[in-house]
């Protein structure tokens, strides 16, 4: 199969390490300010370092999940068209700092993250919350439910895995929010990790709970979030499912200008993330999964995963870099 064929029916594998590129440049930029306090700030050196390396790519990009909309952000927003131009149609999700608060507090588990699809393949998520649960790859089908009580989901993934409930740990946003779904939690016996930001990573550390510790991720969070971790997942083998909240009238609205016709649905990680689809996270700080920058004299060290959809391929990839000007 020549390249222009491999294109017309899924990405390249060239893309692999061209995505890793695009992390490993927004993950040292937002580093350089890890701990100063400065959330604005890092989250802006990461969106452009990121734009700057996206528009290297040979492709005919579209930022369908991104910054925000676009009188609310000046790169990088929903709609954004990146690359050169020449090259495959795609969808691109992203955050280039995923965990503003985090970066600025120099706390664990601070990524920058990107999602390439074929064109039409990622869900067009308008800024909401969205309920979620998901759980990583070895596990059969339909033994999470988003609409079973907290009990009956923990207590089928522990029989799944083999362990009593006590053995499974849950993943859940420090919020006032979840204060009822954390008291659900514990009372069925099983432990809790509770993160202060970070939801994409939350769900992400469940694809490899004997690294993480994390089993099953729980609770609302932003629907675009839920986009990116959805994407990841695809490639894995992952169950999540997510419902959007639109539970005011302005919100169903905008859902509708962005196709969503039933506000109820639930919708699948592969109905967020179809056909063939790369992710790739660089880590800003360290944390459960992936190592943050470390900055030497003479050079800078990344650590970043990269999965592909369509080969269940998953790739650590450590690197020193010793052009520093290239940063």
Known sequence: MNMAQNIATGLDRIFTMEVVRVTERAAVAAARLRGRGDEKAADQVAVDAMRQELNRLAIKGTVVIGEGERDEAPMLYIGEEVGTGKGPAVDIALDPLEGTTICAKNLPNALAVIAIAEKGSLLFAPDVYMDKIAIGPGYAEGIIDIDAPPVENIANLAKAKGVAVSDITACILDRPRHTKLIDAVRATGAAIRLIGDGDVAGVIHTTDPDET???????????????????????????????????????????????????????????????????????????????????????????????????????????????????
Do not use: W
């Open 213 to 327: 510790g994390i089993d099953i991720y729980l609770g609302t969070g932003g629907a675009p979030e839920g986009v990116l971790a959805a994407a990841a997942l695809r490639c894995t083998g992952g169950q999540m499912q997510g419902r959007l909240i639109l539970d005011t009238p302005e919100k169903v609205a905008r859902a509708e200008k962005m196709g969503i016709s039933d506000p109820k649905r639930v919708y699948r990680a592969q109905d967020m993330a179809r056909g063939d689809v790369l992710f790739a996270a660089t880590g800003v700080t360290d944390g459960n999964l992936l190592d943050g920058v470390k900055f030497g004299r003479t050079f800078i060290t990344t650590h970043t995963i990269v999965l592909r959809s369509s080969s269940r391929t998953v790739r650590e990839i450590k690197a020193r870099h010793q052009d520093l000007e290239k940063f």
